[in-house]
């Protein structure tokens, strides 16, 4: 199973290129590090194994997005 993402790392890019659009991927596994990644800066993230394992379900995904 993953670790989770590396939320120091997009933390630390959100900080020193605010400018750009961070879409972090790698290591989300449910809901919880969704938010986790919001708190970092990060515009968006990749979750498709999350998605694929059912440890992230579609309807959860909607509800983090901000387009939703």
């Known amino acids: 199973m993953a670790e989770g993402p590396n939320l120091a790392l997009y933390e630390e890019l959100a900080a020193r290129w605010p400018a750009f659009d961070w879409i972090a991927s790698g290591g989300v596994r ?3 590090d ?3 990644l919001a708190r ?4 968006a993230c990749v979750a498709g194994t999350a998605l694929l394992e059912g ?3 579609l309807e959860e995904i909607a509800a983090c997005s901000r387009a939703a």
């Open 55 to 57: 440890t992230l379900p």
């Open 40 to 43: 970092t800066g990060v515009a």
């Open 30 to 32: 449910d809901r919880s």
């Open 34 to 36: 969704v938010a986790a």
